[in-house]
């Protein structure tokens, strides 16, 4: 029964030092927050945009709904959807904006409950093929989406296809009727001449007051299928999630062509039956073939930047040892200064966080990291990255007891802040400002590390230059000096003074 | 209050109402009152928690004191000015080194730290590697050196920088004979040139003793006496001390009995021991054993000496533990 004393002194111990206690309990409520950041549904303002870049090639159809004669491009139609859809809970089916219905009405569908702030994709339809492919190879973009020139003749063909297939089922029906044998199947002759009424137009039905179904002008339902193609990285996250979002508003979005084909005839159609037609309309996937790269492409910078976030442990814990054994004391008997002690102690670390970059980045090259940027493009982002370890290391060195308690927290800060950072996988921002200096602000731009693996992507896997990272190189040194500051100011009052 | 400026500029180190207190408990300095001249040795003695490190770290300006003053040389320490710092060398109790640099890597980085050319760096290195005995392991990391080489690598890093004053906070602690022998002998000539002065704190009355110019005995946070360590055993009385352990306490009849025959002191912490200090004590001895018998109380040992600094430590401070 010796564990029960031991047991009580250890839970003594625990509750003796709240400091670490504090941390240890909210680390795993911290993890859930990150993942759920990552891959949680917690509302509307807390989603990833994608960036899809459109290539419409879409050339509509002629048509004439009874207003006369109109171009109908359901690509520029789908173009508006991808860019309403939106991450609220509340949104609608897709609808028209306007009052319209119909097929008048298909060049205006949109999400009902459109909210730009938290948009699902960052649409640009502006770009020419090569254009987009170069964009998505180089990492601006997440996909980009193809619309073929047939693309409203093939969807518009599926749709009437349906719609004239029921009008040809209710001809049958109404034959076998008229024929006095109820279950009678007719004669190909009999068939032929059901064609030919129905290629005429019967005129029987008016749409409109003054407009009969055989004096409008629809598309064939002989064209020709349209694939709609969907270009990107496959190691991409992003590309992946893109692919499934644009697949399931494609099917939405030709349904809704196919449901409101169906509204112009259905009072040809008997009741009950549902659309079945061929789908003329599909979507595949293609890899963009400028470079295969691997899902460990994308993480090698993030791992570059978890290996400077374990600097702060080393950092703060050597620190601590300075204090806990007397080293610092008996440094601070000498004539060295403040300025002494901080370069001192931070020249060796920015060596070794370089030294480190080098192996780190060797060792990944072995393992098959396909970088298009040099090393030494990332050397001065590692430096800048190092000195943001090292002054969150001196903000845990003036505040921890001992050199556990600064191991354990720097390790509870590091880890989750590596997570946040988008280390290791992309997580969604809460916006704190739209526009930052033209550019959006999230809670997550807030830490350096979040810049640091931002402008390591560009520079190493992309190979992007200086002026592609500007803004978060930028970033990055402003809240390095901000945090650089706070620790030399913490550390200098609590640790280099003399003791009250 | 008024700052007593007499004797500042002539004292090596001064201290003028130096109190320390920490949160509500009582001063662990209070009110202290000091000067160190130059070219001595101070021992600074005191039972454990009396205030000496408090002292101590007051003067090397790593501790901020309530309130009052410490000069070294007439120049306030809590200034910090790195002039300050160079006239300081320190030995801490604890040895303070890294591990894993050698012993010649120590001295250059104290050295450097403290802006020694690198000559007279190279040149005093090697001197003091020389008199601490340490030339065959200068180049060997400094956790493969045994416990007495860390402690004189220890004192030689307080040197290395020439300072004029030179805190050695119990500096034989743990030390073996032969390598006391060498410290107290380098601590001695420290002062020979009477231009460093070195304070002393330490545990070994016979250190204090044999080293100190003069000692102040400190308990809780007051200097209760500040004298040559001569006359401090005479202040205690004349003569020589006999200790007489009984088989039980004796008597209020009995001590007073003994009175008769010198300064007989009794402390309840030790029951069975009673101390008479006396001129020609061993001529009164068998009457002594004499007045014992009567008493019925029969002598388990006895033991005659002369009076030491420890007597006096022990007169003032008393016989109770500390740090309770």
Redesign the interface.
Known sequence: MRFVPLSLIVFKRMSRDLFTLFFAILFPAFFVFIFSMAFGKTGPMRNQRFDLAVVNRDEGVRVNFGAGPDTLRLGRALVGVLESLSYSRSSGWMSSDSSSSGLAGLDSLRFASRRPESAVFNVADTLQEAEALRKVSSGDYDAALMIPAGFTRAAMATAMQDATGRIFLGAVDRFSARSGSPGRKPTAAEIQNMIDDFARGPGKAQKKPGTSLDSLSLPSMKAAPATLRLAGDPSNLGFTMTGGIVKNVLDQFLKSVSRRSLEEAKEFLPAGLEPAGRDLVSLENSSVAVRTRTVFDYQVPGIIVFALLMLVSLVSVTLMLDLT???L????????STLDYFVGNTLPWLALSVVQLALLFGAAKLFGYHNVGSMFAGVGLVVLGSLSSIALALIVASMAKNEKQASIVSTMIAVPVSFLSGAFFPVRDVVILKDFFGHRLALTDLSPWTHTTRALVATLTFGKGFSAVRWDVLMQAILTVVLFLVGVLLFSRRRLT??? | MELRTENLTVSAVAARGLCKGYDRGPLAVDSLDLDIRQGEVFGLLGPNGAGKTTTIRMLLGLLRPTSGHAFIHGEEISTGRQSVKSKLGVCPQETVLWPELTVSEHLNLIGRMYDVPARKLRSDSERLIEEFSLGEKRHQPVKRLSGGLKRRLNLALALVHGPDVIMLDEPSAGLDPQSRALLWERITELTKDGRRTVILTTHSMEEADRLSHRVGILDHGKLLVLDAPDSLKRSIGEGDTLEIELDRAPSPDTLGTLREYGQVEYDAALPNTITIRGLDIMDRFPRIVQALAASTVVISNTRLRPNTLEDVFLKLTGRSLRDK
Do not use: F, S
């Open positions: 054994q007397g080293h004391e008996r440094l601070k008997l000498t004539r060295m003399a003791q009250r």
